[in-house]
């Protein structure tokens, strides 16, 4: 069984994350989301490995400094 996308995903850009930001300040708030902006918080849209690696390369350089 296939996911099927219904809607195209958004492009990642500047305001993309913008969104994302604001979204998450919102929650942290206390602020109830809507499902569509809980569903745009939940798709990350980074591969496991990539923030895997991301994760190590900023505790690395965390503890050398």
């Known amino acids: ?14 305001e993309w994350f913008k969104d994302k930001v604001l ?18 918080l939940a ?3 980074i591969p496991e490995s990539s923030s895997n690696q991301m994760v190590i390369t900023n505790n690395a350089a965390y503890q050398a400094g």
């Open 43 to 45: 798709d990350v849209g």
């Open 23 to 40: 979204l998450v300040h919102a929650q942290a708030n206390g602020q109830v989301l809507q499902e569509e902006e809980l569903e745009f």
């Open 1 to 14: 069984m296939s996911k099927q996308c219904t809607k195209p995903k958004r492009k990642r850009d500047v």
